[in-house]
């Protein structure tokens, strides 16, 4: 089993950055197992999409909604998952979920608020 723990979410102004982040906890042999890593975010009344997503070997895919002004990356020897986000704009405003995939099953992260409003 693999919990994942977000944080970093808050309040911004349009133009601002925040950085998210995602610690993974487990047995090792569950740690261990974790390949793809990724951010997924759910606006009310939309469903939830994909942000970014990282392998463990850094390959790296993004949404076209975010390209240019997020970046993700990870620390592979703790765990985490690192988003940091710049030019935020009132659209990217949800829930931003961390998720992690191992061969045995896919863990999501309790969902973080990320609001931009002036």
């Known amino acids: 089993q693999v919990q994942l723990v977000e944080s970093g979410g808050g309040l911004v102004q349009p133009g601002g950055s925040l950085r998210l982040s995602c610690a993974a906890s487990g047995s090792i042999f569950s740690i261990a197992g974790i390949n793809d890593m990724g951010w997924y975010r759910q606006a009310p009344g939309q469903q939830r999409e994909m942000v970014a997503t990282?392998?463990?070997?850094?390959?790296?895919n993004y949404a076209d909604s975010v390209k240019g002004r997020f970046t993700i990356s990870r620390d592979n020897a703790r765990p985490t998952v690192y988003l940091q986000m710049n030019g935020l704009k009132p659209e990217d405003t949800a829930v931003y979920y961390c998720?992690?995939?191992?061969?045995?099953?896919?863990?999501w992260g309790q969902g973080i608020q990320v609001t931009v409003s002036s």
């Open positions: 990282i392998t463990r070997g850094n390959s790296i």
């Open positions: 998720k992690a995939r191992s061969i045995a099953a896919d863990y």
